[in-house]
């Protein structure tokens, strides 16, 4: 057994790889675990080599499934990271993770700069409120340009973009960066090997110079420090704007921007420099704080204090059950009982593992600020607490996405029946994207998802790791319905009189459709009171509410979940024996059912934001294939040979469109999604 060496909390980092597909995370991942002596060859995604990418499905497509985490050492700190799916299919597993980091590298193509699962990432690290640094990666390619990904980055994203790096050469002729912070260039010798510091080049002179005075300027406008001594100086000390940067970095006010080739580990180990120096250690971030019976707790990054940690990540292995957890508070060793806090139950750690992908090492302890992977653990799932049995705790767990896209799902031969149901229980305990259900209807089995890849992904895991024939449907999108015109006054009295207490409610409600951005539009339901003179106790209100909440579950077109709407209370009536919170939820779910039968209803469906990127001459038969598919362009652009096109597309449309894409551009087409919400169906 090897125990890793331990780290004070200082030297961690705890970040994750974000990125659109293609972008280059998985490259860049391996060059990090290569320039630090974690791996002794260059993993290469072409040829399926590498660490991160393990599964056998993600060598087979190229592209990044699972989030999987490793651990490194650079520079006397210890760097835990989370290579995350960039396919906008998988972006639960990105917010995991992102529940769990403490920063985060934010990979850019430097030929496409931001695309669109790059914001979508990037809106869900500022949600959980992740310091990141950006990276403008494939510098080596034709079309390369920092400073166009940088303005895509400004414009898009909207941060102040920090650019430290000035590259050395352009597209093939790119050999280094000079470092605008120390005032060096580093450069990559062709065969390869660890970068050469030196002076910067006199062609490049000036345009250091005047780059470094942006720069400067800049960092003063956002930080009083670096203002002070702007003003006194007219100029900033590398140790001030180092200083400065790391601020600004922590804080969200700016994001560092740096620039290479993972491909031809150009700009590795000067990425290496600034996690280490620019991104938080878990003693930068605030105490993470849970509930436990009506009080809120801190528990802060004390190895010394109550033990609590979330777990993100689940794994059925060959070798038995992972649960991976990020350690928050306090220690965890081989032996102990843990208590989840969701269930209530206690479970024993039976090992501890530091983890390299589909790789262990086992440890002897886990401390506050690690990530690592228990065994063990029976029942705990995704979003569990684990904490010490005598101080528990209720962490927020990583919110799952509703799924988009369903496909009903039957043994072939019908004799594993048993096999099947066991199977689909493990998928949707490592993936809570994932849903199961039997329609009520035809009674088949139904596996819901985010799309059609994902869903591809899942049933292919079936076959491969359960040795499991199963039939596949056509997939089906899940469809909402809303009120395009309400009602008012609508009166409903529930009354039940079958021997001893009875049952007396009476409530008269408003129906209206819910405009965005109103109050409760997030959540496409809104509930409010109007009824004056007591004549509906509040604690019965707060019951007319969950029982309107009930009713939204099926819709009167179809029986999909209603949302879009907003209840009003407007009167109502009890009775001094009969009335109790049960009889007025009762009398709040029919009396709503009833409204919507009333009111004008529209079935919904889910659209996306499609970005297709072609060769030129192929433009106008992707356009009209769009437009038949009901699409609805929003932009193009043209950039080195080829077109990118943008347009918003029913979900439902898009079923088999790689293969139709495919044959219209002889295979150079490519296209990815971007959920944006749901749009009314056609009649």
Not at 209 to 236: I, N, P, T, W, Y
Not at 350 to 359: C, E, K, Q
Not at 606 to 622: I, L, N, S
Not at 642 to 671: I, M
Request: hydrophobic share 40%; aromatic share 4%.
């Amino acid at each position: 057994m090897r125990t890793a060496p331990t780290h004070p909390l200082n030297a961690v980092r705890n970040l994750g790889i974000l990125a659109h597909v293609d972008a280059g995370k998985t490259t860049v991942t391996e060059r990090i675990l290569y320039a630090t002596g974690t791996t002794h060859k260059r993993g290469e995604v072409h040829d399926g080599t590498t660490v991160t990418d393990f599964d056998s499905q993600e060598r087979d497509r190229g592209i990044t499934i699972f989030a999987a985490a490793v651990s490194c050492a650079w520079d006397g700190h210890r760097v835990n990271l989370i290579d995350t799916p960039g396919h906008v299919d998988f972006s639960d597993e990105v917010e995991r993770s992102l529940r769990v980091l403490d920063g985060a590298i934010a990979v850019f193509d430097g030929v496409a700069g931001v695309e669109p699962q790059s914001e979508s990432v990037w809106r869900r690290a500022d949600r959980h409120g992740v310091p990141r640094i950006a990276f403008v990666n494939k510098l080596d390619r034709a079309g390369a340009d920092l400073d166009a990904a940088v303005a895509s980055i400004r414009a898009r994203l909207h941060p102040a973009p920090l650019v430290v790096q000035v590259p050395i050469g352009a597209e093939a002729a790119f050999t280094g960066v000079v470092d605008l912070v120390r005032m060096r260039a580093l450069v990559w010798p062709d065969g390869g090997g660890a970068c050469v510091a030196g002076p910067v080049p006199e062609a490049l002179n000036d345009e250091v110079l005047r780059r470094r005075r942006l720069l400067d300027e800049a960092v003063a406008e956002l930080h009083q420090g670096a203002f002070e001594e702007f003003c006194a100086k007219s100029a900033l000390s590398a140790a001030t704007l180092s200083t400065a940067l790391r601020d600004l970095t922590r804080t969200g006010d700016g994001v560092v921007v740096l620039c290479g080739s993972a491909y031809r580990n150009r700009g590795v180990e000067p990425l290496l420099d600034a996690v280490v120096a620019y991104l938080p250690s878990p003693l930068d971030v605030p105490a993470v704080r849970g509930t436990w019976e009506g009080g809120v707790w801190e528990r802060t990054a004390d190895p010394q204090g109550p033990f609590a940690a979330l777990a993100f990540k689940v794994n059925a292995t060959a070798t038995g059950r992972l649960t991976s957890v990020r350690v928050y508070s306090g220690t965890i060793r081989k032996g102990d009982t843990v208590l989840d806090a969701g269930t209530g139950r206690t479970e024993r750690v039976g090992r501890i593992l530091r983890v390299r992908a589909d790789r262990h090492a086992e440890v002897e302890a886990a401390v506050a600020g690690d990530i690592v992977a228990l065994v063990g653990p029976k029942a705990a799932r995704a979003g569990a607490t684990l904490c010490g049995p005598g101080d528990p705790l209720l962490l927020e767990p990583p919110a799952a996405a509703d799924p988009m896209v369903s496909v009903a799902v039957e043994e072939r031969g019908g004799t594993e029946a048993g096999r099947l149901a066991t199977a689909l229980a493990r998928l949707v305990e490592e993936d809570p994207s994932l849903l199961v259900r039997t329609d009520s209807e035809t009674g088949q089995t139904v596996l819901s998802g985010m799309g059609e890849l994902h869903l591809e992904v899942a049933v292919e895991k079936i076959r491969r790791a359960q040795g499991l024939d199963v039939n596949v449907g056509r997939p089906r999108v899940t469809y909402r319905e809303t009120v395009a015109r309400g009602v008012s006054g609508l009166v409903y009295r529930h009354v039940k009189q079958d021997g001893g207490a009875g049952q007396f409610a009476h409530v008269v409600l408003d129906v209206e459709p819910l405009e965005p951005g109103a109050d409760g539009g997030d959540e496409g339901f809104a509930f409010r009171s109007t009824v004056v003179g007591g004549r509906v106790p509040r604690e019965y209100v707060k019951a007319v509410e969950a029982g309107c909440r009930d009713a939204l579950a099926e819709g009167p077109l179809g029986g999909h979940p209603v949302t879009g709407l907003r209840v009003t209370l407007t009167d109502g009536a009890t009775h001094p024996q009969d009335s109790s919170e049960m009889a007025f939820r009762t009398a709040g779910r029919f009396a709503l059912r009833e409204a919507l039968r009333a009111s004008a209803m529209v079935l919904l469906e889910p659209v996306v934001e499609v970005t297709v990127t072609v060769p030129e001459d192929a433009v106008g038969g992707v356009l009209g294939d769009l437009v038949a598919r009901r699409g609805r362009v929003s932009g193009s652009a043209a950039r080195a040979g080829t077109a990118q096109v943008t347009a918003t597309v029913p979900l439902a449309e898009l079923f088999g469109y790689a293969t139709r894409l495919r044959s219209r551009t002889q295979g150079r087409g490519t296209f990815t999604t971007r959920p944006t919400g749901y749009a009314p169906a056609p009649a």
